[in-house]
């Protein structure tokens, strides 16, 4: 039963796969067609006006795909714009595979993805059709195969097509989504050789991200020190000594300082607590990520729905910074958004920890604006993780993160 379960599962997923790489496809269709008509065009030399901006859409579009295939496995990175001038673009090895990939997706994307469809569409109706066969005339009726119903016989053979519609969309429906996937597996990641100088130079940057972020965390404690728990323990000391001088000449004021002394004791120890954890909150340990989640999402002043589906647990590294990711997130949708309700979701999917936050303010969020979404964004890539917000005016703004999961 569990067998039978997983394979649904398994099969509603790939309905899935198959219906993003049907709008691929259709895309990568009219992509194929108008390059195609530009390049007829060019032979007569009408068309090398328009072929860049034909290899620009080609791009748009395996851009496209490549976003769809990182979010349900490997992470594909991108190439970047068309290079300038038409020589130099058709030589770039990038654009080559493109324009290979754009032909042979347009089909096998279209096929696998209208079979797929398909499928779990006619189990529903060839599978209902003895329910409501009186209501459709007897030339009428609908299936893969036709043939006349007559009565309730041939309808019930019908729903046992309709059977085998569904029982062939839960087995082979995984198996057309990895054949639509296929060819952007094969031909749009990067040539050999380019994928090693790509990954040193996002590593390099990485690097240097996570050096800065580094820098920043430093300054950020040592003015926390400075700024807070320095100045309330050099009040501590001020005060004990007046309290010492007083205890000769003033006893009751000497008491009263003492009590000062006491309380300026108890800040400086409230934000020595808070400064550590800044740095590592203490609560990951007791409660798990969940639980640090939870008592983010509880103490939010907007109304904050959470879902968290993490089974395992991550590398600490990596549930610290999710944490944080949430909290900066949180606070800005408080101070910035003018929301009335936050949606957070964080799940454990591929290898990859995925945190999404959504809410159902205003928008128009800025990285330049000093919102916070820079520090996130440098937290993230420091970690060799990808930040994508989604923030168009009027709203709602969506900030997706994806983390490596260590173990």
């Not at 130099?88 to 990038?94: L, N, S």
């Not at 589906?309 to 003018?338: I, K, P």
């Not at 205003?362 to 330049?368: F, V």
């Amino acid at each position: 039963m569990a067998y039978v379960r997983g394979r649904v599962r398994a099969s509603v997923a790939a309905l899935e796969h198959l219906v993003g790489g049907l709008g691929t496809a259709t895309l990568a269709l009219g992509a194929l067609l108008w390059a195609a008509i530009v390049a007829v065009a060019c032979l007569v030399g009408v068309g090398l006006l328009a072929a860049p901006g034909a290899l620009r859409a080609v791009r748009w579009v395996s851009d496209r795909e490549r976003a769809r295939l990182s979010r349900w496995g490997e992470p594909i990175p991108t190439p970047g714009p068309v290079p300038t001038g038409l020589r130099t673009a058709t030589r770039d090895p990038f654009v080559r595979r493109e324009l290979g990939w754009v032909a042979l997706y347009s089909l096998v994307g279209l096929v696998t993805g209208l079979v797929g469809i398909a499928l779990p569409l006619y189990a529903v109706q060839d599978g209902t059709f003895p329910l409501w066969y009186r209501l459709v005339p007897p030339d009428a009726a609908p299936g893969i195969v036709w043939w006349r119903i007559d009565g309730l016989s041939d309808a019930l053979w019908v729903g046992v097509l309709g059977v085998g519609c569904l029982a062939a969309a839960i087995w082979f429906s995984p198996v057309l989504a990895r054949l639509q996937a296929w060819p952007g597996r094969r031909l749009l990641p990067p040539p050999p050789g380019v994928d090693l100088s790509l990954r040193v130079a996002e590593l390099t940057a990485t690097r240097a991200a996570a050096l800065d972020a580094h820098a920043v965390e430093l300054r950020r404690i040592e003015r926390s020190l400075h700024d807070g728990t320095q100045n309330r323990l050099v009040a501590v000391n001020v005060l004990l000594g007046a309290a010492r001088r007083a205890v000769r000449r003033n006893p009751d004021r000497a008491d009263e300082i003492l009590g000062q002394a006491q309380d300026a004791a108890e800040q400086a120890l409230g934000e020595l607590r808070t400064v550590v954890r800044g740095i590592l909150p203490p609560v990951l340990d007791d409660r798990g990520l969940a639980g640090a989640l939870a008592g983010l999402a509880g103490s939010c002043a907007v109304p904050c729905r959470l879902e968290v589906d993490v089974a395992v647990r991550c590398a600490a590294s990596v549930e610290a910074t999710a944490y944080f990711v949430v909290a900066e997130a949180l606070t800005n949708v408080v101070r910035h958004s003018g929301a009335s309700r936050v949606d957070v979701a964080v799940r454990r999917e591929h290898g990859r920890l995925l945190v999404s936050v959504e809410d159902d303010g205003h928008g128009d969020a800025d990285e330049t604006r000093g919102s916070g979404l820079t520090g996130i964004r440098r937290r993230v890539e420091a970690y060799d993780g990808r930040m994508t917000l989604t923030s168009p005016p009027g709203g709602p703004t969506r900030m997706d993160v994806e983390l490596p999961c260590g173990s």
